[in-house]
């Protein structure tokens, strides 16, 4: 996955915004104003891309325990979040896998009201 197929796929979700809250380098997409994927846009350019998306916590210990390129989210919350690496352990995927379990989980957080009207 390069940096063009991540913005596709997650553009290609319902309500889905993309932002540059905290500097010039860091895009976050989000859904009803709330983040769920986070990524550097010089790390790509380095070849060293990751993501920092959110996870249910039990899922989140599973999934670092599992595989090297999962680790707790960098900046983030350790409990909700985790970074993980492009071209590591992860297949693409399981990345897709993995940004989907996120924004489900930030879209189940929304009121009904703002889910509504995402999915009209």
């Not at 994927?37 to 070849?47: N, P, V």
Request: net charge negative.
């Amino acid at each position: 996955m390069d940096i063009q197929q991540l913005y596709e796929f997650c553009q290609s979700k319902k309500g889905v915004t993309e932002h540059f809250p905290f500097d010039e380098d860091t895009l976050v997409f989000k859904v009803g104003g709330k983040m769920f994927c986070l990524t550097s846009l010089s790390e790509w350019e380095k070849g060293t891309p990751s993501l920092n998306l959110k996870c249910n916590p039990e899922r989140a210990l599973e999934l670092r325990a599992e595989y090297e390129a999962i680790e707790p989210g960098y900046h983030m919350s350790k409990v909700h979040w985790n970074t993980v690496r492009f071209h590591g352990d992860v297949s693409d995927k399981m990345m897709c896998e993995l940004i989907n379990h996120s924004y489900e989980l930030v879209f189940k957080s929304l009121t009904k009201k703002l889910q509504q009207e995402i999915q009209e």
